[in-house]
């Protein structure tokens, strides 16, 4: 069964003060690894897709990197307006089946 | 481009009733599919819709059903409604099957009393 686990569960950063958020996965077969943000009360909203080890992609202050275990979140200096959750998902297997973590959820303080 | 749309955003059952919820999916997009979201959860996936065909379900029970239309747009139907059923339903839209890029609907908030 596909397994992903995120961490921390919550991050309180200063705004400016880079860090990383860790997804670790399990899975038979990945089709791609995706990061989604998620405004509390909303759907998610898809951020990346990245499909093999040592892929990177960027997107403003985010920067997605990709292993054979596990991905990480870089986010470089950020802003109070990326205080969101964060969500972490694997697709796998012949249909679309895409697992998620449960996010963390990041909060920056002005 | 219209993005996914899903109605009612909010609605209030009682345990024991069935309930239809309601998604329209993103424009040039033919996969739907279905997740439940507990509050400080992530989603979990109900089923996916290829094609007006079930094309993959999640660990949950037959009174969880679905259906996708011509249109590409769908319902997800749950009979018997449990207190546990209470949850933030997600519709996510995608094309094809080969592609997992999923984009989502603001969601439908159902709570069972």
């Known amino acids: 069964e596909d397994q992903v686990t995120q961490s921390p569960e919550a991050l309180r950063l200063q705004e400016g003060e880079s860090s990383s958020l860790n997804c670790s996965y399990t899975?038979?077969?990945?089709?791609?690894l995706f990061w989604y943000r998620q405004d509390p009360g909303k759907g998610p909203e898809f951020l990346f897709t990245?499909?093999?080890a040592g892929e990177e992609k960027e997107k403003e202050r985010l920067k997605a990197t990709l292993t054979k275990k596990e991905s990480f979140l870089h986010i470089t200096a950020p802003k109070p307006e990326d205080s969101a959750t964060y969500l972490c998902?694997?697709?796998?297997?012949?249909?679309?089946?895409?697992?998620f973590g449960i996010g963390t959820k990041l909060q920056v303080i002005p | 481009e219209t993005g996914v749309t899903q109605s009612p955003t909010h609605l209030i059952k009682t345990r024991g009733q069935q309930v239809t919820l309601r998604c329209s999916s993103q424009?040039?997009?033919?996969?739907v599919s279905w997740y439940q979201q507990a509050l400080g959860q992530g989603p979990q996936f109900i089923f996916q819709?290829?094609?007006?065909?079930?094309?993959g379900r999640g660990n949950f029970p037959p009174r969880f059903s679905g259906l996708q239309f011509p249109n590409y747009s769908s319902e997800l139907n749950v009979n018997a409604l449990e207190l546990d059923d209470s949850a933030l339903y997600l519709c996510?839209?995608?094309?094809?099957?080969?592609?997992?890029?999923?984009?989502f609907g603001p969601g439908t908030r159902l709570t069972v009393t």
């Open positions: 424009s040039g997009h033919n996969t």
């Open positions: 998902a694997v697709g796998s297997g012949g249909y679309q089946k895409v697992t």
């Open positions: 990245l499909y093999s």
């Open positions: 996510a839209s995608s094309h094809g099957t080969g592609g997992y890029e999923q984009y």
């Open positions: 899975v038979s077969g990945l089709r791609g």
């Open positions: 819709y290829y094609r007006e065909e079930e094309n």
